[in-house]
């Protein structure tokens, strides 16, 4: 049975939307389905989580590490939920300019650690807009996600 995968993405300047747009497209070659989602356009709650096998979950980082405004709700919601079992992937893009690049992305990949996710893999991280060695390593980190799937939910 094919795993039921969702695909979550918050996005301000489309950085991390091109990104989420080449993971579920190299995704979708692969053979597997993906319902994506943009947090604070489309109607997803954290609950919603529990319908899938597995998570890629991208955001990009505001200021000097922190999540997101429109991540926010989502993010305490999530301490309601149990992700047993769920194999999740985190991406987005950041900006190197500031010390703790990428935070938001750990400040996720901790909640779904803390919410008993089985695997939390592969943190990519892209510096501002993908350029094409960036678009390639997309297209990798949905390959290698697959390939984590097939290990992890047979």
């Given at each position: ?23 579920e497209k190299t995704m979708k070659k692969q ?11 489309d109607d997803i709650a954290a609950a919603d ?95 290698e996600f697959v390939k984590e799937l097939s290990?992890?939910?047979?």
């Amino acid at each position: 049975m094919m795993p039921k995968v969702i695909l979550l993405y918050c996005s301000m300047s489309g950085n991390t939307e091109e990104m989420a747009e080449i993971i579920e497209k190299t995704m979708k070659k692969q053979g597997l389905e993906v319902l994506a989602f943009q947090i604070d356009l489309d109607d997803i709650a954290a609950a919603d989580l529990l319908d899938y096998d597995a998570i890629l979950f991208g955001t990009y980082t505001w200021g000097d590490g922190d999540i997101p405004y429109e991540t926010e709700d989502f993010y305490d919601d999530m301490e309601e939920i149990d992700l047993t079992g769920k194999v999740v992937a985190l991406f987005g893009s950041c900006d190197s300019m500031y010390p703790h690049y990428g935070g938001a992305i750990d400040t996720f990949a901790e909640r779904f650690k803390e919410r008993g996710a089985a695997s939390v893999l592969y943190h990519l991280k892209v510096d501002l807009t993908p350029d094409e060695d960036d678009m390639k390593r997309c297209e990798v980190f949905a390959e290698e996600f697959v390939k984590e799937l097939s290990i992890s939910i047979p």
